[in-house]
């Protein structure tokens, strides 16, 4: 049976340690010695993800979380007040990802305590998801046999569960016009930030449709107040659940600044467009998700099938052929100061990891 007091400490413990993304060594030793004294094969990769193999019976199943934060996220002090955790207010309280990993972890140590018969089962702790899921990029999928995954990575609680996610482009534009004086001589100058300002007039900024947006996150140029802006950078993103949009907006985007580089001749455009991740889609009448909504129902919980705007590792075990898909873990307001979780709804998580492993 899963333990409130054990799985609170667990996550106390792990919250202390330092794991911002790149600086996940400490946190990965720490799991990989629990991972080992709960009765699990090592295995971990030569990225620095932590891989641990449990023998069971069945069809094996894939656990999977992050081990990274957001910054702030060092010297993070929880705070415990009734049934919420959060942090001082200084930083985040790392609860994402780390109530994700506390839950598969009382999930396993709650089995090997009762002696009940399991699956097989495959605990993948991954490193840098934040800045881009690398570590989901660069694990050895060689190691893995199992063909489905949950990934304990989403907000409010254990039952809502993402079967669809978008795919992902990133695209930065740097535009170098001519520097003047905008006082002597500004006919002179060609404005890199005028230009900058077409681009973002011309792309569809925001929500396009209801799996479809693009954002424009950073704009920076000019050097003085009194001086025609030589130089600007645009950086931003464009994200669609559907492969088609997401392809003909990447193309929006080119297009864009092919044609400003047509208007503005004497001006310099160059820009980068990076795919990320692709979408994945999974619909509720597939085994392994009507097999998720039949462990939670068996605890009293109504299942949400429901698509997200965010990608996560899931994205990359899908397109490695893992059927993924992420459920929640308690945590609310992520990747903010006011980050806080909702312990039984954690606890309540770990119960679902149980009964999946228990499900052979």
Avoid at 148 to 153: E, I, K, R
Avoid at 294 to 307: C, T, Y
Avoid at 310 to 337: E, Q
């Amino acid at each position: 049976m899963v333990n409130r007091e054990r799985i609170v400490k667990t996550l106390l413990d792990l919250i202390k340690i330092d794991s911002p993304s790149g600086s996940e060594d400490k946190v990965a030793q720490e799991l990989t010695a629990q991972l080992a004294a709960l009765g699990g094969i090592i295995k971990n990769d030569t990225y620095g993800n932590v891989i641990a193999v449990f023998e069971g019976t069945g069809e094996p199943l894939l656990l999977s979380a992050h081990m990274d934060t957001v910054e702030p996220g060092r010297g993070i002090e929880p705070v415990v007040d009734g049934d919420v955790i959060t942090s001082q207010g200084e930083t985040v309280l790392g609860a994402d990802p780390k109530a994700g990993i506390a839950a598969i972890l009382e999930a396993v140590a709650s089995i090997k305590e009762s002696g009940e018969k399991h699956r097989p089962f495959e605990v993948v702790l991954t490193r840098e998801e934040e800045t881009g899921s690398e570590g989901a990029q660069n694990l050895a999928y060689e190691k893995l046999q199992s063909k489905n995954a949950v990934v304990f990575d989403g907000d409010a609680e254990v039952f809502h569960v993402n079967t669809a996610a978008p795919g992902y482009y990133k695209f930065d534009a740097t535009i170098v016009g001519r520097a003047a004086h905008a006082g002597l001589e500004p006919e002179k100058g060609i404005s890199s930030i005028i230009i900058a300002s077409e681009m973002v007039l011309a792309l569809p900024v925001g929500r396009i449709d209801e799996e479809s947006t693009l954002n424009i996150g950073i704009i920076k140029g000019g050097s003085a107040r009194n001086a025609v802006p030589e130089k600007t950078e645009v950086t931003g993103e464009t994200r669609s659940r559907d492969s088609q949009k997401l392809e003909k907006q990447a193309q929006i985007f080119r297009d864009v600044c092919d044609e400003l580089s047509k208007k503005y001749v004497e001006a310099k455009i160059e820009y980068t467009l990076t795919k990320n991740f692709s979408s994945f889609s999974i619909p509720d009448s597939d085994l392994f998700v009507r097999g998720i909504g039949e462990a939670l129902s068996s605890l009293g919980l109504e299942s949400k099938f429901e698509p997200t705007g965010g990608g996560s590792d899931a994205n990359f075990f899908n397109a490695k052929g893992i059927k993924a898909v992420v459920v929640g873990t308690g945590v609310r307001d992520m990747h903010t100061t006011k980050e806080n979780l909702n312990i039984p709804e954690m606890v309540q998580a770990a119960g679902f990891c149980e009964k999946l492993l228990l499900v052979v």
